[in-house]
T-cell receptor, first 113, second 111 residues
Framework: EPEVTQTPSHQVTQMGQEVILRCVPI?????FYWYRQILGQKVEFLVS????????KSEIFDDQFSVERPDGSNFTLKIRSTKLEDSAMYFCASTGDSTDTQYFGPGTRLTVL | AQSVTQLDSHVSVSEGTPVLLRCNYSSSYSPSLFWYVQHPNKGLQLLLK??????LVKGINGFEAEFKKSETSFHLTKPSAHMSDAAEYFC?????????FGAGTTVTVRA
């Protein structure tokens, strides 16, 4: 069964460093999402992406964040200068249709020291 | 905006007994509602989805949920809990195609 994959599973970085989190969505899906879950808090929407552009973003998704689909398979989330409060589990999701079920990857745990 | 409220942060049941996880939603129109499960150190797995076709929705692993418009509820049930059901469960509403999650309910299963 096709699934969303994410790498790395765990990333540790120093404050102020750039990180790139990688996702490979399900191959025929067209809509892509990033969510995050700070420890002990709700899963929060960050951004949605369709047709090579951001379709919606939350207040959390400020200028420090960017997303890209550099090729036909990968979907990345970049944090330019990480802060302590960026420490969280980051989930990628994809769907074939904007009204369809979103399928989630296993997540990347980001720890900012 | 639509939202969901999970009424229990933690539910503990004995193996073989029923499980009930409560969720209320707030919506100005008929919502798309989901239950997702997250096992320790795993990603989010879809249990079931409601999209107005039928009020009683059957999901994987013996779970089902009933949409009750009059009560604005979408409670998740399973008749007989298994040890493998120990996990965190999220009630989720689709909000203009982005998902809004409840706070989650942690289920523990006692042998």
């Amino acid at each position: 069964e096709p699934e969303v994959t994410q790498t790395p599973s765990h990333q540790v970085t120093q404050m102020g460093q750039e990180v790139i989190l990688r996702c490979v969505p399900i191959s025929n899906h067209l809509y892509f999402y990033w969510y995050r879950q700070i420890l002990g808090q709700k899963v929060e929407f960050l951004v949605s992406f369709y047709n090579n552009e951001i379709s919606e973003k939350s207040e959390i998704f400020d200028d420090q964040f960017s997303v890209e689909r550099p090729d036909g398979s990968n979907f990345t989330l970049k944090i330019r200068s990480t802060k302590l409060e960026d420490s969280a589990m980051y989930f990628c999701a994809s769907t074939g249709d904007s009204t369809d079920t979103q399928y989630f990857g296993p997540g990347t745990r980001l720890t900012v020291l | 905006a639509q939202s969901v409220t999970q009424l229990d942060s933690h539910v503990s049941v004995s193996e073989g007994t029923p499980v009930l996880l409560r969720c209320n939603y707030s919506s100005s129109y008929s919502p798309s509602l989901f239950w997702y499960v997250q096992h320790p150190n795993k990603g989010l797995q879809l249990l079931l989805k409601y999209t107005s076709a039928a009020t009683l929705v059957k999901g994987i692993n013996g779970f089902e949920a009933e949409f009750k418009k009059s009560e604005t509820s979408f409670h998740l049930t399973k008749p007989s809990a298994h040890m493998s059901d120990a996990a965190e469960y999220f009630c989720v509403v689709s909000n203009d195609y982005k998902l809004s999650f409840g706070a989650g309910t942690t289920v523990t299963v006692r042998a």
